[in-house]
């Protein structure tokens, strides 16, 4: 396998193209976005990740081909990959459009007899690759392991975090044919220098990355549940989580006002979906996602609650939000608890103000953007939604000179509350008393 193809060049498929080529392969990557070829094509990075800012080749390099035509990729091609996104719709339903568009693409371009392997690399439930692709491909008259094999290897990319890149992070592979699959375990070795793996049919690795984002949301519920009972019992619970991580095997996870991003709040709905369609209950799984969607609307009655305790008239509180980001040092707002932590303060009667260095918009109607933190005037409280180093290492005194009510919440429980309350703000935080 010496030419590779990457359908989708976002987030994922872009370093996933790079990094191919870096390890010396010719590569053939396509987009459905002019705009994103363009880009590609001059050699700079349309997916907002800055880990991907300097690595682009540059105009001109050799092996690297970039189109928005699928058509002209696929036949130069010995494996494609598919990184195209997998979100849920507005129902909470996994949205296979993109998996289903990009494979008919791919597979009614391939040519006869060369057994192109495409691998599927999108976030999906167990099963999907075999129900989405196998069709077409009988529907197109391809023969499985004559013209085409089908692989699924789940990506783990995580954004702002190089340390775990497509270069340096542990694989799975998951294919009916074996022999496939560990061809395509040498073709992995050679982009990641961590472990790459054989684990079975499809379905395994399938939910193998699933179940891993699953657990995550159900750790991060846990404490969030936590978060909740302890305040009641006048108990801090960070400290409790500080005595029992003393524990060999504790994984500590932190409470904050919810769980955003394309993945952890979204992958446990594929597994709850794949569940229900077999018929077996998955309550743990539906109600740590209960848990976490509540965390935003939870952090807005206490928000409400303190502007009320500091005498602020209902209906003319103004809260400050230090970031919008699902994540720190990341430019993302997608399904942040920003969001339904704004409309809940706003259906109270409070007014919203954002400070967010690494988005430049995309708010809400109706939200005041501070560009300046330091110099945002005339709020009665500030909450901390986004860990990020802008929103914690900030001129704190300039600000609380500027605040109607120096009212600090911290939102994700990484600020010096006690330093901060000698320097006279009145400090809360989401699971510690009030
Ligand atoms: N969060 C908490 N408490 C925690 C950890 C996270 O409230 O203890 C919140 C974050 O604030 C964020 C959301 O959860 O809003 C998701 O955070 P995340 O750290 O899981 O970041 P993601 O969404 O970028 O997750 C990715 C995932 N990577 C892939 O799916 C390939 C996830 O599997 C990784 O474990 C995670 O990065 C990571 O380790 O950073």
């Not at 987009?31 to 994103?36: E, G, H, L, M």
């Not at 409280?381 to 919440?409: F, G, R, S």
């Amino acid at each position: 396998m010496k030419t590779v193809g990457i359908i989708g060049l976002g987030y994922v498929g872009l370093p996933t193209a790079i990094g191919f080529h870096d390890a010396g392969f010719e590569v053939w990557g396509v987009d459905v976005s002019q705009r994103t070829v363009d880009m590609v094509l001059a050699g700079q990075n349309p997916t907002g990740d800055p880990d991907v800012d300097d690595i682009v080749p540059q105009p001109g390099a050799e092996r690297w081909h970039i189109t928005t035509s699928t058509p002209e990729a696929v036949p130069n091609c010995d494996v494609i990959l598919v990184t195209v996104p997998t979100p849920i719709t507005h129902d909470l339903k996994p949205d296979l459009s993109y998996v289903e568009a990009a494979g008919r693409a791919v597979f009614e371009a391939l040519p006869k007899g060369k057994n192109t392997v495409v691998v599927l690399e999108s976030t999906v439930y167990p099963g999907v690759t075999a129900q989405t692709w196998l069709p077409i491909l009988e529907e197109l008259g391809l023969e499985q392991g004559k013209d085409v094999s089908i692989a699924y290897c789940p990506e783990r990319f995580n954004p702002g975090d190089p340390a775990h890149g497509v270069r340096s992070v542990a694989r799975v592979i998951g294919c009916s044919d074996e022999s496939v699959g560990h061809a395509l375990v040498k073709l992995y070795g050679q982009l990641t220098s961590e472990d790459v793996r054989y684990v079975g049919k499809l379905e395994v690795a399938e939910a193998a990355k699933v179940i891993e984002n699953v657990q995550r949301d159900i750790n991060i519920a846990l404490v969030n549940e936590l978060a909740r009972i302890f305040p009641a019992l006048d108990v801090d619970v960070e400290d409790v989580l500080s005595a029992a991580a003393t524990k060999w095997n504790f994984h500590r996870y932190t409470p904050g006002v919810g769980v955003g991003g394309h993945c952890i709040p979204v992958d446990p709905y594929y597994m709850i979906q794949r569940a229900a369609d077999v018929g077996v209950p998955a309550g743990l799984i539906t109600a740590a996602r209960a848990v976490n969607r509540n965390m935003p609307h939870h952090v807005a009655g206490v928000l409400h609650e303190l502007l009320y305790r500091a005498g602020v008239p209902s209906g003319e509180g103004r809260v400050l939000f230090l970031g919008w980001s699902y994540k720190p040092e990341v430019g993302d707002p997608r399904e942040t608890p920003a969001e339904p932590l704004y409309d809940s303060l706003v259906s109270k009667g409070i007014s919203v103000g954002v400070f967010d260095p690494h988005l430049d918009g995309g708010y809400p109607e109706g939200v005041v953007v501070e560009t300046d933190v330091a110099a945002s005037k005339g709020y009665d409280l500030a909450v901390l939604v986004t860990a990020h180093q802008a929103c914690v290492n900030l001129d704190w005194d300039a600000l609380k000179a500027n605040m109607n009510h120096p009212i600090l919440y911290d939102g994700r429980r990484v600020l010096d509350l006690k330093g901060l309350a000698e320097s006279g703000w009145q400090v809360h935080a989401v699971g510690r008393p009030v």
